[in-house]
């Protein structure tokens, strides 16, 4: 719901959003011209142009040469989630899931696979590649001592600064004395989890929810219970509220800001009510907000760290999706458990590499980071696009897909009787790597789900395997 404080392009993007989502504005209709809703409006050609390209960045309208904007057609979302309020105690997971992510793994290093699995983009054509090298160079001239010295915590004061200035962004006002730098963001995930629980205790995780939180959980000999969220509203908060009154929960994991794998966010109303619950219950909210920066809109939604009273909301991220994956720079802001935190990444790893860290703050200090994110938003979003477009023309009647407001990951709903496991085999037997739903819950729920992802350049290989996997799909139907 658009504020008094939302910019005019906002609100106008947000009306039409609403009217093209609810059928009002149907797929193949006409937006009123550019010069019509400025003269019925009383606003600004310059305004209704920005509301309009926001609504083309999110895949909602095209712009067609001398005919004006379009509604695009696009796939049915996914209904609200089909899990029950109540959360079930999770499983252990299954031995033939865990075999499954190897088998996947594995196939994502042969060149000749056609990924569309893999949650990070391999071409260095989505990276700053020459800056970053241009830094590397002149900070090992500069710097050298950084290569020689032993690197303590808690590194560059510079990088720090820098996470600091961009956190602004995202809603957060943060302190360089405050960040603790890890190996990307898994370490962080892994050291708010060991700082917060001990063995035996029970974490609430999302259904569905990235897989390596899975694992992570399992190796920490944590219990998980599984709270259902929805592409619209992100983690169902009655459902928590409801664990919360009746079990002591440790802590609550959540991916609010482009969530992996639905590729969508939890609204700002709910960000600030999670960040309630979190102090009415003294329960840590462990924020993974790794593709927060990667949001299609901007200005980007603040993350639910940035209505974090009294320090109980922990963030984690980091540089590997949005700037240098090999570099494995990531960060935590881990409020009242910093102390504790700092402590355990100390005894872990003692610092990260303090040469990465420079590098990476002289190259967010120059201000190129904010133009590469609108590059890589806009790359990212026409490939979805593109990709839920060949998925609506490939793929059986029944399928839905989500609607991702930022990244490159689409989840998908197979039409009924159809297998995600089956078509992960079927596809691999093929050479095309999808990633099965099931592996997105530790009991191993949204079976007839796949995570697609959009991070290569998309390609006439990539239509082709999609087109194989629609083909494999209506097999499986037909049996
Ligand atoms: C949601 C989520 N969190 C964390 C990670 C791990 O991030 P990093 O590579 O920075 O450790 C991933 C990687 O795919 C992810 O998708």
């Not at 881990?334 to 190259?363: H, N, T």
């Not at 390609?459 to 083909?471: F, I, K, P």
Request: charged share 20%; with cysteine.
């Amino acid at each position: 719901m658009p504020s008094e404080h939302t910019p005019l392009y906002q609100a106008l993007a947000e009306e039409l959003h609403g009217a093209i989502s609810d059928g009002r504005l149907p797929a193949g209709s006409r937006l009123p011209s550019v010069r019509e809703t400025a003269r019925n409006r009383a606003l600004s050609i310059n305004t209704v142009l920005a509301a309009y390209r926001q609504l083309e960045t999110r895949g909602q309208v095209e712009a067609r040469p001398q005919s004006g904007y379009f509604v695009r057609s696009r796939l049915p979302s996914p209904p609200a989630s089909p899990l029950p309020l109540k959360p079930a105690t999770a499983q252990p997971a299954e031995v033939a899931v865990l075999g499954r992510i190897e088998a996947v793994l594995a196939a994502q290093s042969n060149p000749g696979t056609i990924d569309l699995s893999l949650a990070c983009p391999k071409s260095s054509d989505f990276y700053p590649g020459r800056q970053l090298n241009r830094l590397v160079v002149d900070t090992a001239r500069r710097k050298p001592e950084l290569l020689t010295d032993y690197s303590l915590p808690p590194g560059p004061l510079l990088l720090r600064r820098e996470i600091c200035r961009h956190a602004h962004d995202l809603g957060m006002t943060l302190a360089p004395e405050d960040i603790i730098l890890t190996n990307g963001c898994m370490e962080a995930l892994q050291l708010a989890l060991r700082g917060v629980t001990r063995p035996g205790d029970t974490i609430a995780l999302e259904s569905p929810t990235y897989f390596n939180l899975i694992s992570l959980a399992e190796h920490l000999g944590l219990r998980t219970i599984e709270v259902p969220t929805h592409p619209g509203q992100g983690m169902s908060l009655d459902a928590l509220e409801l664990l919360l009154s009746e079990k002591r929960v440790q802590a609550v994991v959540t991916m609010p800001s482009v969530h992996n794998p639905l590729g969508t966010s939890m609204p700002v109303a709910a960000k600030r009510r999670l960040a309630a619950l979190a102090q009415t219950w003294r329960v840590p909210v462990i924020e993974d907000a790794l593709y927060a920066e990667l949001q299609y809109a901007t200005p980007l939604q603040p993350t639910v760290k940035s209505f974090d009273g009294d320090g109980w909301v922990i963030l984690c991220t980091s540089y590997t999706k949005t700037l240098a994956p090999g570099f494995r720079v990531g960060w935590m802001e881990a409020g009242r458990f910093q102390r504790r935190i700092a402590a355990l990444k100390f005894s872990a790893s003692l610092a990260q590499p303090a040469f990465l860290g420079e590098v990476l703050g002289a190259y967010l200090e120059t201000g190129g980071y904010a133009q590469h994110l609108r590059r890589l938003r806009r790359v990212y979003a026409a490939q979805v696009d593109r990709l839920r477009g060949v998925i609506g023309s490939a793929f059986p009647a029944g399928t839905r897909a989500t609607e991702p407001t930022g990244g490159f990951l689409v989840w998908v709903e197979l039409p009924e009787g159809c297998d995600g496991n089956h078509l992960c085999d079927d596809a691999l037997e093929r050479g095309i790597t999808i990633t099965p739903g099931s592996l997105f819950s530790p009991s191993g729920r949204h079976g007839n789900h796949i995570r697609l992802s959009a991070c290569h350049h998309f390609s006439d290989r990539h239509v082709h395997a999609l087109l194989t996997l629609g083909e494999l799909l209506q097999r499986q139907i037909g049996e």
